[in-house]
């Protein structure tokens, strides 16, 4: 299996990518791409470049994608992440730079030219995937399925009905959304049902490295802010470690085969997912909408990725 990681690290993002670089060699984890989202893309790229230093993967390559959405302004996060992205976890500097070919141009040579389809994990907005679909719709016959955090049924995190990577850029996830591509949502539905609580990241702290030590700071630096605070008093959700323990695991999550609209006119709801769960519309389905999941698998990969990594 062949996947690649399109990401705006972010501290979730970080978690994700250090589970995938604890499962997974360099003849299957193949390239990490950055967008600009939770930071902008400069920031998240040298995160990217920062979490390969860490684990001493420094052959896999880092390719430097969109700046901002299809058509919109750039809206980023950093009152959740920090200005640097990791909420000023300890990772070192980068010893090497991302590659000088853009990311949309990366995945289009590699979707061209791979002897094998390619899943694509994505951890943050659609742009870079948008883009290429739009230019190169025959592409999507070359990819396996797209892995994605996004969305969420009847709810949001950035607006009422929005999640944030879908608000972010609308016009890119609509593109995907009617790719024809297999598609599994890892959505709000189920990243709220997996809270990273006081004995999970103790547990995680037990494994005695650098990496459990980060990850557990990583994840609670969220509940250093008071409206999280809040909203997740014993701790907060991973929203992307779901895309790769679900690599690592299939039987992490289950769902159902639905049809998925977004919403990318209306002011009011701009980013929803709209999920037909009772397939009332009678629209063609097209996402994987998972919905159940087992929490403490996500947490026991989330542990053996803090133990095998340095
Ligand atoms: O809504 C959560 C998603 O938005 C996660 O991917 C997080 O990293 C941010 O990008
Ligand atoms: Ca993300």
Known sequence: MKFIVDTDPGTDDAVAILIALA???????????????????????????RLLEHTNRNNIPVYKGEE?????????????HGSDGLNGVDFPNPS????????VSY???LLLKSDEKITICVLGPMTNIGKVLSQNP????????IIFMGGGAGFGNT?????????VDPEAVNIVLNSGV????????????????????????????????????????LSDIEVVRELFPDGTPVHDA?????????????????????????????????IDINSVTGRKKNVYWMNQVNDDKLFEIIKFASSKLP
């Open 107 to 109: 995945i289009k040579n």
């Open 23 to 49: 499962h997974f060699n360099d003849d299957e984890f193949l390239a990490i791409t950055t967008v600009a989202g939770n930071v902008t893309v400069e920031v998240g790229t040298k995160n990217a470049l």
């Open 182 to 221: 297999k598609l599994i949502m890892m959505g709000l539905d189920v990243t709220h049902q997996a809270i990273a609580t006081k004995a999970r990241l103790e547990d995680i702290l037990e494994t005695k490295t650098v990496t459990g030590k980060n990850i557990v700071g990583l994840m609670s630096s």
């Open 68 to 80: 901002k959405p299809l058509y919109r302004e750039l809206t980023t996060a950093e009152w959740v």
């Open 96 to 103: 090497k730079n991302e590659e000088t070919l853009d990311a």
């Open 159 to 167: 607006t009422p009905v929005a999640e944030f990577n879908f608000f």
């Open 242 to 274: 779901f895309v790769t323990a679900y690599l690592v695991d299939n039987t992490l999550t289950n769902g159902k085969f639905v049809n998925i609209e977004i919403e990318t006119k209306s002011e009011l709801s701009l980013g929803q997912s709209v």
């Open 138 to 145: 025959k592409l999507s016959s070359n990819i396996e399925q």
